[in-house]
């Protein structure tokens, strides 16, 4: 009947799903890959959905848990079905789920169009995440080394003084997946910071990049990632907060091709905004 709104089933996103998922990012010309779904599967296989209406798929969203904090992220209602709460039906879900998890602070990258609904939902705007995009012509530097996965341990523990709680799936599946683009710069055993990167058709994404201290040690991170990179086109999301980063990325003639805005519902925790995070892993996982 026309008018009507049909009830919307949530269930589980499963592995089967991620074609479907997959249609759909690439509908929106997003740059996600079946990697970053089975990763996010793998981080959490309870914390995915998709959204029914008389047995036919019409959207889906995902969450992260971390700990004290989440992110929610691939929210997307197929073209025909929205503006009918469907897409708020979803967020509301994923919402639910963490706070059962017992996550407290709930975050996001959001686009500008989905602003009013986040809002409605109690998400407040804490910063611009900016989307660059640059090439490199990096070289191999001192003191920086190819990540093993023997460095895993300590690498996540500096990595959660960062970003405020543990990543260690994503950081194991990113070295698993793209050995060549991890890079850790180190003094004498002290890890002073690293960068990831991975790859999406014939774009490298970098991220996460994550910097102790000192601007030389970042600088030395990106070249060498430059070099492995091989003269690929490449892409970042950067917080507007993470001043240093922004100012090399410009020197590097980076520019901005889009922007997002980081939210939170509750700004008053920085949980994943320090400016130690250079880059963002991905706007679904902050
Ligand atoms: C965002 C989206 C899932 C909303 O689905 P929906 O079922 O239409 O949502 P609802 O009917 O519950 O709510 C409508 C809200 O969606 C948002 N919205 C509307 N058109 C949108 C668009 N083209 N892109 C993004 N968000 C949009 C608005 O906030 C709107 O609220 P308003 O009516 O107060 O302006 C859907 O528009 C979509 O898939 N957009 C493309 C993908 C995307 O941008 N996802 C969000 C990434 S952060």
Known sequence: MEGEVLSMRIRLMQRDDLEFAMDLTSAEGWMSTMLDFEEILLHDPQGSFVGEVNGQDVGMVCTVPYDSFGFIGNLIVLPEWRGRQYGEALMVHAMQYLRGLGVKTHMLDGVEMAIPL?????????????????????????????????????????????????????????????????????????????????????????????????????????????????????????????????????????????????????????????????????????
Request: charged share 30%; aromatic share 8%.
């Open 118 to 286: 986040y809002e409605r939902l109690g998400f407040e705007k804490i910063a611009k995440s900016l989307r660059l995009e640059g090439r490199l012509v990096g070289e191999k530097m001192d003191g920086i080394r190819p990540i093993m996965h023997r460095d895993l341990k300590s690498l996540t523990e500096f990595d959660s003084l960062c970003f405020g709680c543990s990543r260690c799936v994503f950081l194991e599946t990113r070295l698993e997946s793209f050995p060549e683009l991890c890079m850790l710069a180190e003094d004498e055993g002290r890890i002073l910071g690293y960068i990831m990167g991975s790859r999406s058709g014939d774009i490298t994404r970098i991220g996460p990049w994550v910097v102790g201290e000192g601007n030389e040690t970042a600088e030395k991170l990106l070249s060498s990632f430059g070099e492995a990179a091989e003269g690929s086109l490449l892409r970042i999301g950067v917080l507007e907060t993470s001043v240093t980063a922004r100012d090399l990325l410009r020197r590097e003639d980076f520019r901005e091709i889009s922007f997002s805005w980081r939210m939170s519902t509750d700004p008053a925790q920085e949980w994943s905004c320090s400016t130690h995070l250079f880059a963002i892993c991905s706007p679904a996982r902050g």
